[in-house]
């Protein structure tokens, strides 16, 4: 049964905290310090101060295999103590009235393998969110007291299964085992809310942001802004992520057309003629060539048919 929500600074600002909950039920390993990250739960995906929080010593080891029980009263004390004021500013912890922390010799944390998998999957996407499921941890076996693990993560690609290789330092020497499991990766992306046909101009109308899975993605994904404005690539039907190339611009120059040369800068400028080069849209570097002096030159369409060489 849990206590009340422990909220540590105005209650203006509840709505923005990062919330924490105590487990009822802990598993720490022996003879660690037992870290606010092996006792909680992050409901928030604000990485920067749940990396923050996560390593804050709470209490000290449990030096045999055994049982606590804990108040929630003594904790929030704790935490008061421990965290700092800024800290304690953006986030609220929901702890049981009393929980139970247990302790086990030679236990893998599942937090501290998920966040070490999670912070390579940041390095390949930093606005990601991810699920991890099927995660299967190894069975140390032996007499000998864990002193060290180390964790390889680079071989880590993308979303899917994967296989990661553990070592691991006893009393008694040093072993490899394995961790594997599956992890997906999530992204805000735009998903079309209606048919929308080749060469259609993308409107806001057109599409809503929502959370997808990157299990099969083919390409990047744009942003609201990149999408706005654009024409559609290929017919999308309703419910379909718009990938990057499912859009292009749309078509300020065509390569023959006759279009307007502005050289210089808005104090001083020379405008003249020409005929595009090559094709591109509003913000596209083309190659243009003169029809006064046959010379052929390079410049930003910033208007459709204008070219600005600097």
Same mark, same amino acid.
């Given at each position: ?12 600002? !509840? ?13 720490? /390993? ?5 870290? $606010? *990250? ?20 709470? $209490? ?22 421990? $965290? ?5 500013? !953006? ?55 864990? $002193? ?23 009393? !008694? ?8 499991? /599956? ?50 690539? /290929? ?38 003629? *020409?005929?595009?080069?090559?094709? *591109? *849209? ?29």
């Amino acid at each position: 049964m849990f206590g009340a929500l422990i909220l540590f600074g105005s209650l203006a600002a !509840q709505a923005a905290r990062f919330e924490l909950r105590v487990q009822e039920l802990s598993t720490v /390993r022996t003879g660690q310090p037992i870290r $606010l *990250g092996d006792l909680t739960e992050a409901s928030s995906e604000n990485r920067d101060i749940w990396n923050r929080l996560y390593d804050t010593v709470v $209490l000290e080891p449990m030096n045999a295999e055994e049982t606590q029980k804990i108040p929630s009263d003594r904790l929030a004390v704790i935490l008061r103590q421990k $965290l700092s004021f800024q800290d304690l500013q !953006q986030i609220s912890v929901k702890i049981p009235e009393v929980f139970t922390i247990q302790s086990k010799r030679n236990y893998f944390s599942i937090a501290d393998i998920s966040r070490e998998i999670i912070a390579q999957a940041s390095n390949l996407c930093s606005d990601c969110q991810f699920e991890m499921d099927e995660l299967r941890l190894p069975l140390v076996q032996g007499s000998g007291e864990i $002193l060290q693990t180390r964790l390889e993560t680079q071989s880590l690609r993308g979303a899917g299964g994967f296989l990661l290789p553990l070592s691991v330092t006893t009393s !008694q020497g040093k072993n490899s085992y394995w961790i594997s499991g /599956r992890i997906s990766f999530f992204k805000m992306a735009p998903v079309a809310k209606r048919l929308v046909t080749l060469n259609d101009k993308i409107s806001d109308e057109d599409f809503e942001m929502r959370r997808v899975s990157l299990q099969y993605s083919r390409d990047g994904v744009p942003t609201k802004k990149d999408v706005v404005g654009k024409l559609a690539a /290929r017919t999308l039907t309703a419910g379909q992520t718009i990938f990057s190339s499912d859009v292009k611009k749309e078509p300020a120059a065509k390569r023959g057309q006759i279009v307007k040369i502005i050289l210089g800068t808005d104090d001083f400028e020379i405008v003249s003629s *020409g005929v595009a080069e090559e094709s *591109g *849209g509003i913000g596209d570097l083309i190659k243009v060539r003169s029809v006064d002096t046959q010379r052929y030159l390079s410049g930003i369409l910033t208007e459709k048919g204008i070219v600005r060489v600097q």
